[in-house]
């Protein structure tokens, strides 16, 4: 049985902040009002479970690999794996690459490669494409639902801390002056699939990974 938290994840999406379908960014500047109570090396790569893939080049939209299948209840998932792979698009390293067709994440290294995660995206009527940067980091970030927000679900908890129990899981990347960031998730069997309200969420263990990679302005391209 999910907890609480966990039930809310499913049910909204974890991208709670947005307020409707995401068809372009919001003027929400994150950095306005209260922020806190809004919020409240290469040798490495291979960590935590990563393996080596020699993928035969990019190409957005490649098919095969969506993996939105829901688990089964009592289904064991296994986790997409994090993998150094060979990427050809003209990003320059440190840029974050974000598939949502292919359900993928990608942070542009040196030489031709790339670091690709699997991830969650948005829902249909919640997807959006962009180019921004990455304007604040948090761990174990809060999370306060707008006004907005309750107005449609009285009953979600007006403040959640930061924790294991938080949809927004372990860490958080800020994108741009947009509700949206790159997150965990407590719910690792919804990553490689479309189910949140425009986020990116990935793996408690993947975002840590590409937390501790990422520099607060780092280019961040979202493509449909």
């Known amino acids: 049985m999910k907890t609480l938290a966990s039930a809310f994840a499913g049910l909204l999406g974890v991208c709670v902040l ?7 960014f919001s003027s929400y500047d994150p950095y306005g009002g209260d922020a806190d109570d809004y ?41 997409i794996p994090r993998e150094l792979v060979a990427f050809n698009g003209a990003y320059k390293p440190g840029t974050i690459v974000v598939s949502t067709q292919e359900r993928r994440l990608y942070l542009v290294m040196p030489n031709g490669e790339a670091i ?31 006004a907005a927000m309750l107005a449609r679900r009285p009953d979600l908890p007006r403040y959640m801390a930061g924790g294991i129990e938080n949809p927004l899981g372990a860490r958080a990347m800020y994108i741009g002056n947009t509700e949206y960031r790159i997150h965990g998730s407590n719910e ?17 263990e993947d975002v840590t990974d590409l937390y501790e990679r990422v520099k607060v302005g780092a280019k961040v391209v979202v493509l449909n």
């Open 18 to 24: 947005a307020a409707g379908p995401a068809a372009a």
């Open 39 to 79: 919020y409240a090396e290469q040798s490495d790569i291979f960590g935590g479970g990563a393996r080596r893939q020699q993928a035969p080049g990019y190409s957005y939209g490649q098919p095969g690999y969506g993996q939105g299948v829901q688990a089964a209840p009592q289904a064991q998932v296994q986790p």
């Open 116 to 146: 690709r995660y699997g991830v969650g995206v948005g829902r249909p009527g919640f997807t959006w494409s962009g180019t921004k940067t990455i304007t604040a980091k948090r761990e174990w970030p809060s999370w306060t639902p707008p």
């Open 188 to 204: 690792p069997d919804t990553i490689g699939q479309a189910v949140s309200s425009g986020c990116i969420r990935m793996t408690n």
